[in-house]
């Protein structure tokens, strides 16, 4: 197994330019959530499905759009990139449903810069 | 709402000695998970450890040890005769129990450095 994997590593944008981020897992997880991670303020989720087909917002959703059209793949589309949009960003995913099912895997993370 | 608060924002230790990461939560459900991750100077999220609500007991696991404590809403983590392979950025988090709610809330980590 992969695992959760993430591309890019890294990315570097202009405001208002578009991009997304993929993440993929191969364990058949139904779970799948976006986080960023600034200084100083830990992880903050973004979006996160419970399913295909079934997407939520989190604690900081805006400027962000996820779909989720297959069990493996979670994209995250930044629409028209800012400045404040610079951060790690952190793709996880999980079973569900089980008390053994709360461990979240986490991919390696994008570092994304916008200028 | 839930909110996770890890106070120590950095703290320094010389190598082999014994070192406690605290970590203070908040939540109004009855049913919960905790977390704690450590990461590393590579980046990655490295998953430790996990309890549930119900479960008081303490766990050790080699130098590692997690002392969690309802009454206290504290689930704090000790490092025994600490190495510097042990310095990272460490992550205490909450998770609500309720199926198909997906939310993790982590605390801003503590920065530990080794000295050696």
């Known amino acids: 197994n992969a695992g959760v994997t993430q591309t890019p590593k890294f990315q570097v944008l202009k405001t208002g330019q578009s991009m997304t981020l993929q993440c993929a897992q191969d364990?058949?997880?139904?779970?799948m959530s976006w986080y960023r991670q600034d200084p100083g303020m830990g992880l903050r989720l973004i979006h996160y499905s419970v399913g295909a087909g079934i997407t939520d917002q989190g604690e900081v959703p805006n400027g962000y759009n996820v779909s989720r059209s297959t069990t493996e793949d979670f994209p995250l589309r930044l629409l028209s990139a800012a400045p404040s949009q610079t951060s790690v960003y952190f793709c996880a995913s999980r079973l569900a449903g089980t008390a053994l099912s709360y461990e979240q895997y986490f991919g390696p993370g994008t570092r994304l810069t916008v200028t | 709402a839930q909110k996770v608060t890890q106070a120590q924002t950095e703290i320094s230790v010389v190598e082999k000695e014994d070192v406690t990461l605290d970590c203070v939560y908040e939540?109004?459900?009855?049913?919960?998970?905790l977390f704690w991750y450590k990461q590393p100077p590579s980046g990655e999220l490295v998953f430790l450890i996990r309890r549930n609500s119900f479960d008081e007991q303490n766990e050790i696991s080699g130098r590692y040890s997690w002392n969690f404590q309802k009454s206290t809403s504290s689930f704090n983590f000790t490092i025994t005769a600490s190495q510097v392979v042990d310095s990272a950025v460490y992550f205490c988090a909450l998770s609500e129990a309720n199926f198909g709610n997906e939310k993790l809330t982590f605390g801003t980590g503590t920065r530990l450095t080794i000295i050696p």
């Open positions: 364990m058949n997880h139904e779970y």
């Open positions: 939540t109004r459900d009855t049913t919960y998970y």
